[in-house]
């Protein structure tokens, strides 16, 4: 229902390291297709600055609140990549960006799709993004000095949203199958409540085949070319979403090659899902950088915020400059295209269709 | 130190479904490799029945009591596949057998190797097998009907223990990587334990290149054909290694073809990784079930107990009969071989060596 807003501000929060040389080159590309409603005032970009690692490690907070209250007047939202600091990084250990966002904005589904059409492979990942392993960040504890406890938590409504919303999005768009993957024979009460809760909503839709399998042996399904392209939509707690779909992601490519929306009721964020790569900053290659990653989640966000002509064009165009034409390349040096002239290349090249 | 032992107890434990079928082609083998040793008394081998699901459903135990009691009488086992209940199953929820020995025998070192010569892969994984998120088993709870929580658990000996397990094994054989695998950015106080005791550990093996990955991107690492090579040994938390193995294990050929050894101090258990495919004994098929997984665990105890010619001649038959060769094809149905035609043609071609 975005189409009935009077005006949708589209946030572009570029994080740091190489995301701000990336997603500055995605807004031009939005604000090319976009061009018409921008001149009448019905799409705004709203550039959001101060996620970066420095800022929140001085204000010891995973995204600070002036941050958040920018971020909170968006509609949308475009996100480059940030830093999790890591140990034996210069940063004291603030929690990483991208959950903080997801939990405070409540972006309940970390949809990625995986798309090899030569393949037949056209899988659609529903991850639960804000409970399971994630949900208590760094609460867990030492009992003692040689005892750690961490926590995985699961509720019913959020199960129960993010288990509807892929059966929703399978029955929408004509698809036969979903697929839930726990590690219930293990992880009895989180994933045994997950795979429970997938049983019982399987029968409210009966023309939808559900299936479901161990997390372990689903990553070997992922590798065996015969089976693999009948796998349609699959949902996922949290931590297993993170796994599989980085497995995924690289046989269309790689993670740099995929984006992710995070999809809540009322926002919704739109990211790469590879890292923030400073050393390519320190080295001045930042604007060498690859933006396909972050650009592709900008089709996502045409499509989610109902620009779906413009989506299509922007992916048509993309595999053209990726995968048929490859013109320009980008190597991530100076031996390769930067990231402006693959904007540029990217523009000409939907200017033609 | 087998060697020195006036006798070795080899235990058999078929488990259940086809687990019976395939161990005991599997003791043929071996009691054919060990003839001389058998009849001097040095070896003995001791058949352990009971590990079925009925009898562990009827005692409501993961292990019926006299059972454990059996397998602590041997020094080393070879077992075949046990079945989990899941839900919808006839069964009461009684834990995996798998887990409970390995708790049970205190095997803290799930050892894995995926070998595939021609493409240059030789994998040693290190998985930890007594704690992590396996630890606690049931004994996760509902806070509330709506809300639900499982625990993750880290000691410093169990994983000290490991990291050690993984770098001696590199030290010994000539490895020159240890790779850990955690989710440290997110699992904090456990993952963050393990890789700061990996660390650590690694100063005191200074020959060997120590480096870290998180678990969503070492599932796509394995996938990349020109880098993918380049890891040796690898040592992961319990669930992250269940996971891990699995992906890892297709590529040479699916679970089906990987044994994995279970090492503890003072025992040791070697088992295949498949399940135990009770609709193969239901419909009649189990004597055309496929032993290589648990012969290969065969080998694995060989090499353990100290038969080292005697293991390497079973890995090499093994390649002749299901690569080089393959006079004998098992298909799972009465168009293959039964598992006994299998283990003739294997000691027929180990005559030959
Ligand atoms: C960077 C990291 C915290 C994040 C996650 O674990 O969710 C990333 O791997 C992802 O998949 O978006
Ligand atoms: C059967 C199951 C309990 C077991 C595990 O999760 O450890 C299996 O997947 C394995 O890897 O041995």
């Not at 570029?14 to 799409?43: F, H, N, W």
């Not at 005892?147 to 995985?152: E, K, M």
Request: aromatic fraction near 8%.
């Amino acid at each position: 229902n975005y189409k009935e807003l009077s005006k949708i501000v589209i946030g572009v929060c570029g994080g740091d390291g190489i995301g701000p040389a990336i997603t500055s080159q995605a807004q031009r590309v939005l604000e090319y297709l976009l061009a018409d409603d921008i001149k009448s005032g019905k799409i705004q970009f709203k550039v959001i600055d101060g996620l970066t690692i420095e800022r929140r490690a001085a204000e010891d907070a995973a995204i600070p609140p002036a941050v958040l209250e920018e971020l909170k007047e968006c509609h949308v939202i475009l996100k480059g990549p940030t830093t999790t600091p890591r140990k034996g990084d210069p940063w004291p250990n603030v929690e990483s960006a991208n959950v903080a966002m997801r939990k405070e904005l409540d972006l309940f589904a970390n949809v990625r799709p995986v798309r090899i059409p030569e393949q037949g492979i056209d899988w659609t990942f529903y991850r639960e993004n804000t409970e399971g392993a994630y949900a208590v960040g760094s609460k867990g504890f030492h009992v003692t000095e040689d005892l750690g406890v961490d926590f995985t938590v699961v509720t019913s409504q959020g199960t129960e949203r993010i288990i509807r919303a892929a059966f929703d999005f399978a029955k929408t768009n004509g698809k036969t199958r979903v697929t839930a993957v726990t590690k219930a024979n293990i992880i009895k009460t989180t994933d045994g409540k997950f795979l429970d809760m997938f049983r019982e909503i399987a029968k409210e839709y009966p023309d939808i085949t559900a299936d479901d399998w161990y997390i372990d042996i689903m990553t070997a399904k992922l590798v065996d070319e015969k089976r693999r392209k009948d796998f349609q939509v699959l949902v996922l707690p949290n931590l297993y979403g993170d796994i599989l779909t980085d497995e995924a992601a690289e046989f269309q490519g790689g993670v740099g090659t995929a984006g992710s929306a995070n999809i809540g009721k009322r926002y919704a964020m739109f990211e790469a899902i590879h890292g923030s790569a400073p050393r390519m900053v320190d080295e001045g290659r930042d604007i060498y950088a690859d933006p396909c990653s972050v650009i592709r989640a900008g089709a996502m966000l045409l499509a989610h915020i109902g620009y779906t002509a413009e989506s299509e064009k922007l992916y048509k165009a993309l595999d053209i400059c990726t995968i048929t034409e490859k013109k320009l390349v980008i190597t991530g040096r100076n031996t390769g295209a930067t990231s402006a002239e693959f904007a540029d290349y990217l523009m000409s090249t939907i200017e033609k269709l």
